[in-house]
C-alpha cells in the first residue's frame, strides 16, 4: 500500500508563497501520475494540478493557473507544488493522491491513495 505525506503548509499573507512537499513510500511512484487537490471548509474537495509519470505533463485548475507549479522528483519519490501569488481564497487543505495511470488526472476517482492533508491558510 502506498503512503503519502504532505508537509509544508502553513499560514501566509496574500501575495506570498509557500511550497508543498508530498512524500510517496511506495516503490510504484515513478510509474504514476499524481495530482494535488484541495478542500476549502464547507466546500467539496477540488482539482488543483497533475502531473504524468515522467513530468512531461502537467495541467493546472483555472483559478491556480499561471500561480501554481507542479513538479516532482522519482528519485526522491516526492512531488512538489510551488504556490505563488497566494489568496485568500486559496486557503483549504491540500491532499496530494497518486493516480491509477501513468498521465495523471483532473477526476478524483482516478486516484487510488491519498495523503492526510496539509493545511495553507492565506491571510488577507
Known amino acids: 500500500q502506498v503512503q503519502l505525506e504532505e508537509s509544508g503548509g502553513g499560514l501566509v499573507q496574500a501575495g506570498g508563497s509557500l511550497r508543498l512537499s508530498c512524500a510517496s513510500s511506495?516503490?510504484?511512484?515513478?510509474?504514476?501520475?499524481m495530482g494535488w487537490f484541495r478542500q476549502a471548509p464547507g466546500k467539496e474537495r477540488e482539482f488543483v494540478a497533475t502531473i504524468s509519470w515522467n513530468g512531461g505533463n502537467t495541467r493546472y485548475a483555472d483559478s491556480v493557473k499561471g500561480r501554481f507549479t507542479i513538479s516532482r522528483d522519482n528519485a526522491k519519490n516526492t512531488v512538489y507544488l510551488q504556490m505563488n501569488n497566494l489568496k485568500p481564497e486559496d486557503t483549504a487543505v491540500y491532499y496530494c493522491?497518486?493516480?491509477?495511470?501513468?498521465?495523471?488526472?483532473?477526476?478524483?476517482?482516478?486516484?487510488?491513495?491519498w495523503g492526510q492533508g496539509t493545511q495553507v491558510t492565506v491571510s488577507s
Open positions: 511506495g516503490r510504484t511512484f515513478s510509474s504514476y501520475g
Open positions: 493522491a497518486q493516480a491509477n495511470t501513468r498521465t495523471g488526472s483532473s477526476w478524483q476517482p482516478g486516484y487510488t491513495d
